[in-house]
């Protein structure tokens, strides 16, 4: 699943903006101020020393002229002015959305039943470490990715796309999905039969499943004729493709050190790990744990399970 930020590449924007309008600020602050202040000290010892002549040739001034033109000449230009009051608001923004939680919108149903399209979601910055905004750069650790865990990450055939999938293995599991079933290190996952989903797109039932993994156990979808995976979508050439093996109606991965094996929960519906690989650590950019808004179900705010 493509996420979609709320505004494109907003880390970008917001950098660039954030760096604009903060150059301003401080040469305002430094220079500007200083060139101003010392404009309007100039023009009013001109301006007294005019007015003192008058005054002396019995004429008399108003002295709110004075006034009138010290603030006239101390006066931020508009830009400056903007740029000096969206500065602290822009860089407060960017500070929330790199290192605390950023909000993005599902455009897709490959983790149908847990997150519908148009929830809008926020995600966890810190709970797997500090990164760098923009270049994503881990500085420090915090936690790692556990399994049952919802998860964004830069897609790895293309890093400009975010995606978002249910963390499966961690470095060194052993992932077997055999007739729709995980295993897990040759544990066999609990499943426990729920009624069947009606998809929200069109009048379709689709089994649903309590998939009892870790400690987190969560809803699945299973399409009843789909095979367990489709082998002409597997992607030959993903890094590490030597630890998995594929059949008909069975794989079998083992998650290399310092990546993560990622599924959807719309489990037939859902292009993931099992196609397109595993997903290293510098890609991860956060932990899913709200939805925020739905504007078409308001009932969908909530924590995300």
């Avoid at 847990?114 to 905004?133: A, E, H, Q, S």
């Avoid at 499966?168 to 077997?176: A, E, N, Q």
């Avoid at 993994?213 to 493709?241: S, Y």
Wanted: with cysteine; aromatic share 12%; proline share 6%.
């Amino acid at each position: 699943m493509n996420l979609q930020p709320i505004l494109g590449n907003f880390a970008l924007i917001l950098f660039v903006a954030m760096l604009v309008t903060g150059v301003i600020w401080f040469l305002d602050v430094f220079v500007l101020s200083r060139q101003r202040r010392a404009k309007a000290d100039a023009a009013l010892a001109e301006y007294d020393a005019h007015r003192s002549k008058l005054t002396a040739d019995g004429i008399k001034v108003d002295s709110g002229n004075r006034a009138a033109l010290e603030a006239s000449i101390l006066r931020q230009p508009t830009w400056v002015e903007y740029s000096g009051s969206f500065f602290p608001v822009i860089a407060l923004v960017f500070f929330l959305r790199s290192f605390l939680f950023e909000p993005f919108k599902i455009p897709s149903s490959s983790m149908v039943p847990t997150l519908l399209v148009g929830d809008l979601i926020l995600v966890n910055k810190f709970d797997y470490g500090i990164r760098l905004p923009v270049i994503n750069k881990k500085i420090v650790e915090v936690g790692n990715p556990q399994r049952g865990d919802v998860m964004v990450f830069k897609y790895p055939k293309d890093m400009s796309q975010d995606y978002i999938k249910r963390v499966i293995g961690v470095p060194g599991d052993k992932i077997t999905y055999e007739n729709k079933r995980l295993s897990v290190n040759g544990v066999p996952v609990q499943y426990e039969a729920m009624d069947d989903y009606l998809d929200d797109e069109r009048p379709v039932y689709h089994k649903q499943f309590v998939e009892k993994l870790a400690n987190a156990p969560h809803r699945i979808l299973n399409m009843e004729g789909q095979r367990t995976i489709n082998l002409a979508a597997v992607d030959p050439d993903f890094p590490h493709h030597e630890n998995c093996t594929y059949s008909y109606d069975k794989f079998t991965c083992i998650v290399p050190e310092g990546n993560y094996f990622m599924m959807g929960d719309n489990r037939d519906n859902s292009a993931d790990s099992r196609y397109w690989g595993f997903v290293p650590d510098q890609n991860i950019v956060g932990k899913a744990v709200f939805v925020w808004m739905n504007f078409g179900n308001l009932k969908r705010i909530g924590g995300i399970h």
